[in-house]
């Protein structure tokens, strides 16, 4: 059997006076719970009485009760417990003092006293046992005692503490008389994923050390895929962890408090539908990614999509002398994708075609180094490069055998030559060096330890090269400039007066 370690609140029901000659009398009252909570007999499914709950708790074998109370309150029980003992013969498991010694005494106007002390005590008495459940009563209790009990737990939730199980309250049925024992846990889960969710809207972050319980694990699951995938920069594996997102919303809106969950799920679906789906051309689609990770301050991030996505501006570079390199590009890309989706067979030493091979090492030397010296070259066949084949397949167009042809290699790199010393002294290729200049130096200082630079600079240098790409998209790329994406504040600003 589980051990129950119980915390409940003392209150000041069980005794009443009698309204014709003012005495006082024992005031029962009759519990149930079609549940059977806390491995009580069945009878509990018919109700059992007592003038409170902590007298359905204290006796019962499997729960140990730990009591908070104010001296007022305590000395209410003891009268009560004298009471129950006299009229109805009811024999306590142990001494009233035994029990008050296990708990702890408040005063009901320090909030954060009782807030406090509920904190220590739960982390005192809960070991490492994996048999041990704590439930919380928070039936009874003066005043602010049940809500700062209710706030602890909250705390508890995010402080990798499992073992919380049902936090329960007495539902009344019929005033003094009948009352029904039920479980207030899932309106708490609800609530815990509500903040989980906000910090992750607000953030791109996820609270992974969080216990959920089960209707909420896929859900966190999606959100640690999306963190992951941000954070590695698989950004074209955004859309896919987006749509997971959304699906788990929706199906946890289906449910009974889904209606709950709708306000947060709604601006959530809505960002991730306007950023992440689909995946656009990478220039339209990295830009975006950047901004939101910039609003959020996450600056190396930021920077370093940033950095990718000036590369993506070499290649369209190059694309644009057209003819056989347009052709090679297209066809490479071609190639990226069909290894994205397991279609290319690898054979030995050999790496699968990406982006960053094609805009980095091989187009963007001579951004690199500067100068028509430095312009692109395919490898030969004697070359040990471990994507030879890959870029003798684009300049062939998938036609094996013929890029080895060191005949048609060399006529293909004069191609390139030419196109790159075409692009030497074009003003669009002298600001994209530029900007190359900046971006990577700041990327490679924060991404490998920052020289010591304050982060507010690191914000503002990363917030200036940013508004130097977004001139420079404008001025080159003007059918994809749109309105920038609205902040976190201003969504929520939008919906505060759509509600009104």
């Known amino acids: 059997m589980v051990k129950v370690k119980l915390f ?163 539902k009344e049925i019929e005033q003094w008389k009948k009352y029904q024992l ?61 749509k997971k997102i959304i699906a788990q919303l929706e199906e946890i809106e289906t449910g009974e408090l889904g209606t709950l969950f709708k306000s947060e799920g709604k601006k959530l679906k809505k960002h991730l539908r306007e950023v992440y789906i689909p995946f656009t051309s990478p220039l339209d689609y990295y830009f975006k990614v950047g901004e939101e990770l910039l609003r959020r301050g996450h600056f190396s991030q930021a920077l370093g999509i940033l950095n990718e996505l000036l590369y993506f501006e070499v290649r369209e570079l190059f694309r644009e002398c057209g003819g056989e390199v347009a052709q090679f590009i297209l066809n490479y890309e071609n190639l990226i994708e069909r290894g994205r989706k397991g279609e290319l067979e690898l054979k030995k030493n050999e790496k699968l075609p990406n982006d960053y091979y094609l805009n980095h090492q091989l187009l963007g030397q001579p951004f690199k180094d500067g100068g028509k010296d430095e312009c692109p070259k395919i490898p030969g066949k004697n070359s040990k490069s471990k994507l030879r084949r890959f870029y003798w397949l684009a300049i062939s167009k998938f036609k094996p055998g013929a890029p080895r042809n060191g005949v048609i290699i060399k006529q293909f790199n004069q191609k390139l030559q030419e196109c790159c010393e075409q692009k030497i002294e074009n003003f669009k290729r002298e600001e994209l060096e530029k900007l190359i200049s900046i971006v990577t130096p700041l990327r490679n200082n924060l991404l490998h330890g920052n020289s010591g630079i304050p982060i507010g600079n690191v914000k503002a240098e990363v917030e200036e090269v940013y508004k130097k790409y977004r001139e420079f998209r404008k001025k080159y790329h003007p059918e994809l400039e749109a309105p920038p994406a609205p902040s976190n504040r201003s969504d929520q600003t939008a919906e505060r007066k759509k509600g009104d």
């Open 182 to 242: 039920i479980s207030i846990r899932e309106y708490f889960d609800y609530l815990q994923m509500t903040l989980l969710i906000g910090l992750f809207h607000s953030n791109y972050t996820i609270a992974r050390n969080i216990p959920v319980p089960p209707p909420f694990k896929k859900l966190q699951q999606a959100m640690e895929e999306f963190v992951d995938n941000l954070t590695g920069m698989a950004l074209q594996q955004l859309p896919t962890s987006a």
């Open 8 to 170: 409940t609140i003392l209150g000041t029901a069980g005794i009443r006076r009698n309204k014709e000659d003012g005495k006082e009398e024992l005031a029962l009252a009759t519990y149930w719970s079609p549940s059977g909570i806390l491995g009580f007999p069945t009878e509990m499914e018919n109700g059992i009485e007592a003038p409170n709950t902590l007298f359905l708790f204290w006796g019962n074998p499997n729960v140990e009760v730990y009591p908070f109370y104010t001296q007022r309150a305590k000395n209410f029980q003891q009268r009560v417990l004298e009471k129950f003992s006299d009229e109805k013969g009811w024999t306590p498991p142990e001494k009233f003092e035994d029990l008050i010694a296990r708990g702890r005494e408040v005063e009901e106007e320090d909030l954060a006293s009782i807030l406090r002390e509920f904190r220590s005590l739960l982390k005192s008495v809960t070991g490492e046992e994996e048999q041990e459940k704590v439930i919380v009563d928070i039936t009874h209790g003066f005043r602010y005692m049940p809500l700062m009990l209710s706030i602890g737990l909250v705390l508890e939730s995010f402080n990798e503490n499992p073992k919380i199980g049902d936090i329960l309250l007495a």
